[in-house]
């Protein structure tokens, strides 16, 4: 019976063209969503390799306040706000913190002559950020004390830039290139995936600031660890004793669990009007193969009264509609995964095959369950045709 | 070759009655028949009189509003769909006016389409069925032909083939020769009655061609639903 539907869908090929075309385009939208919802739904299942909730951003801006003495000020802040009951560590940082949608793109290379330099996303940060950042390390130490008197800074590379420059030996004690400065690699944290829960994995350079150190500028990020259940009353007392020592200058304080569902908001909103869009053209594909599917049985009554006579039971003629529509779908999912199979064969965007992979079978599955839910009443109006009747018709 | 007194095909006290909101009206009255085994009967009647609804009835694509239609003894009124249509797929083949084959589909694939819906044959079984019965209707040159490429006589042909395929005992043929002229009609008309003589397949026709109708071995005349002789 496979045959016999091929033959007949093969031999109808120009009047179902229309309709293949259909379930090609259906089936490249929903490829392309799917490929894009695979995507995020991968990078939102990878660890981010830090610990964001409890960890609180204090961005400190002296505005117009004369510059001596304001690394100064940020240490004394830095004190008072360690000592709070409420906070657990405090260190400064880059201002590209997890989330805040800033980005420092670095190249990296291995050695003195930098060789085989990667593009990384680059951190400064002090000692104390780890305790804030809760990273886990695969191999070697975070910063210290005991870098302050070392030849070249000490770097902390991701395992995958590690691998990277790296290949097949082992990356501590190794220097490292970056904008004409050498590092000594001194550790290897397993990710750390500051651009956000739904950006993919990408290799990052950390690197140290000591507490004197003026390569932050003058205006600071801080990020602290808070214990568990710090609210409102912490932040106003953390307001109150930073304006207490930084008089005049402007402070904002935030949370990274704040920045994050406000980064996860902003980049969900697009891709929900698109998923809006794509339900809209697939409602309409389905309204149209509805439609078309209705109008067959009704032109073929005579055919299925014929098919009765010859022996199909209802239920029979019945699977041979839906089986017709899913061979049509076959047809248009074939062409379909044509194309689609480009995208992982030519590593098209950097998105990893099994993404495009998981997209297609997506894909295939609901243009199957789509063309089976539009071909289910037809059917049945094509089992319910009086055979007796059908046969007079004509 | 001999009729046998069994009969195939038993029709009693048979009443068809098509009922819409408004109006009813009686198809067949009161029918009693029996075919037996063998035999060639055609049917004869004026337009709306009931036969194409008899043969229905005879076909099991419709059913009775009262009496019974048994075949081979057995009555059908309590058999499930898929009884029924097992029944018809082994025991009867069909013949229309206007042939019913599938456009869309080859000669050989029209003539084998009963044998689709025929469990645990195999895709070479059906080819080699569907062929013998092309050649038997003198057809074999014809089977990557589609329909659309042959003549009335040679779709009738066609249709014939495919009723014969599954090598039903009984073919009912719906005014096979009504759609040709009469030296094609007098070809199919050979053709039934060599399958008949040749082969026993028990035929009951129906035809509005007095001079056909006198080719059979028995002719039933209805008016008005009523069988009238």
Known sequence: ?394 | MQTSAAPVLQLTDIEKIYQTKTIETVALHRINLTIGRGEFVSIMGPSGCGKSTLLSLMGLLDEPTHGTVAVDGRPVQSYSDKELAGLRNLKIGFVFQSYHLINDLAVLDNVELPLLYRPGLSGKDRRQRALAALDKVGLSARTNHFPSQLSGGQRQRVAIARALAGAPEIILADEPTGNLDSVMGEEIMDLLLGLNREHGTTIVMVTHDEQQALKTQRLIRLFDGSQVG
């Open chain 1, 1 to 394: 019976m496979i045959r016999h539907l091929f033959t007949l869908v093969w031999n109808r090929r120009r009047a179902n063209f229309l309709l293949i075309t259909e379930m090609f385009l259906a089936f490249v939208v929903l490829f392309v969503v799917g490929s894009l919802l695979a995507y995020y739904q991968r990078n939102y299942r990878t660890p981010l390799g830090f610990a964001y909730a409890q960890v609180w951003r204090v961005d400190l801006d002296p505005g117009t306040q004369p510059q001596a003495g304001r690394l100064a000020t940020v240490r004394q802040v830095m004190a008072r706000l360690r000592a709070l009951p409420g906070v657990v560590s405090v260190g400064r940082t880059s201002s590209n913190t997890p989330f805040s949608g800033s980005f420092n793109n670095t190249d990296v290379g291995a050695g003195k002559e930098g060789k085989g330099a990667t593009r990384a996303s680059g951190f400064y940060v002090e000692d104390d950020l780890r305790e804030v950042f809760q990273v886990p390390l695969v191999a070697g130490r975070w910063f210290g004390r005991r870098d302050d008197g070392a030849a070249l800074p000490p770097a902390v590379l991701t395992r995958d830039l590690a691998e990277q420059l790296f290949p097949r030996q082992s990356p501590l004690g190794q220097v490292v290139l970056r904008s004409d400065e050498q590092f000594r690699v001194v550790g290897v944290a397993e990710r750390f995936r500051s651009d956000g829960d739904l950006e993919a994995l990408r290799p990052v350079f950390l690197m140290r600031v000591s507490p004197q150190d003026t390569a932050l500028g003058e205006a600071s990020t801080l990020l602290l660890r808070v214990r568990p259940g710090a609210g409102a009353l912490l932040e106003r007392q953390m307001r109150t004793e930073t304006l207490a020592i930084a008089k005049g200058w402007n402070v904002g304080i935030t949370t990274l669990a704040k920045q994050r569902a406000a980064q996860l908001k902003e980049a969900l909103t697009p891709i929900g009007a698109l998923v809006l869009v794509c339900v809209f053209l697939v409602v309409n594909v389905a309204l149209g193969l509805f439609g078309v599917l209705w109008q067959a049985i009704n032109q073929r009554r005579a055919e299925l009264g014929v098919r009765r006579a010859m022996g199909a039971t209802a239920g029979g003629i019945s699977k041979q509609v839906v089986g017709e529509v899913l061979v049509l779908t076959t047809f248009g999912l074939l062409l379909g995964l044509l194309v689609a199979v480009q995208f992982p064969l030519l590593g098209a965007f950097d998105v990893p095959a099994g993404v495009y992979f998981t997209a297609m079978a997506a894909a295939a599955a609901g243009l199957y369950a789509l063309a089976v839910g539009c071909a289910l009443y037809p059917s049945q109006l094509a089992a319910g045709i009086q055979p007796a009747v059908a046969l007079r018709e004509e």
